[in-house]
């Protein structure tokens, strides 16, 4: 069964540090990665997604992710966060055959100080 | 975002009631589904629906019963609400659009806040 993995619990950060937030699954397979970003109250908002291609994918709001695939890993980038970036971020993978049987990491908690 | 409703959004029940929730969607997605979010769980699947009828257990079944009538709509039924159950739970949807073969992004409705006392 594939799982997913990120490291990091809670982050806190200055405004305009950098970010990288890391997220590693196992499944030797052809998988599809995922960020999600989940606003205080809100549902989980989708920020960048890879299927196949360049492995340096670009989202909304200034992040980027990079898909290693000899490390199993897909970490989540900003140069420089906001304090509008305070939220959780969630990791997932699924395969092509069914995209909702996803595996979601348990989160990262953000929390950017003005 | 994608055209998703929940219904109720918040809800405080007694143990050992039914309580149903409702999703609609408005996007003809062919995959709909439910879970629920617990701190230190992250999300776990419940239930999935592959097509009007067709439905699936997901890691966290016990429970809950699933049905899907029409494209538009998959109802999650706590036939018997315990305390545990109390969570934020999230409806789902991907595609393909019914009738179509490919799609793999999950969009998320607003969630439905369960309070089981």
């Known amino acids: 069964a594939q799982s997913v993995s990120q490291h990091n619990h809670h982050v806190i950060l200055s405004e305009a540090a950098s970010l990288e937030l890391g997220c590693n699954y196992s499944?030797?397979?052809?998988?599809?990665l995922f960020w999600y970003v989940q606003y205080p109250g809100q549902h989980l908002q989708l920020l960048l997604k890879?299927?196949?291609?360049?492995?340096l994918v670009k989202g909304i709001k200034g992040f980027e992710a990079e898909f290693i695939k000899s490390k199993f890993s897909f970490n989540l980038r900003k140069p420089s966060v906001q304090w509008s970036d305070t939220a959780e971020y969630f990791c997932a993978v699924n395969q092509d055959t069914n995209a909702g049987k996803s595996t979601f990491g348990d989160g990262t908690t953000l929390t950017v100080k003005p | 975002d994608a055209g998703i409703t929940q219904s109720p959004r918040h809800k405080v029940t007694e143990t050992g009631t039914p309580v149903t929730l409702r999703c609609h969607q408005t996007?003809?997605?062919?995959?709909m589904y439910w879970y629920r979010q617990d701190p230190g769980h992250g999300l776990r699947l419940i239930h999935y629906s592959y097509g009007v009828k067709d439905t699936d257990k997901g890691e966290v079944s016990d429970g809950y019963s699933v049905s899907r009538s029409k494209t538009e709509d998959f109802l999650l039924t706590l036939e018997s609400a315990t305390s545990s159950q109390t969570s934020v739970y999230f409806c789902a949807i991907s595609g393909p659009l019914q009738g179509m073969s490919s799609g793999n992004t999950i969009y998320f409705g607003e969630g439905s806040w369960l309070t089981v006392v």
């Open positions: 499944y030797g397979g052809t998988v599809n």
């Open positions: 890879y299927f196949s291609g360049d492995p």
């Open positions: 996007e003809n997605h062919r995959y």
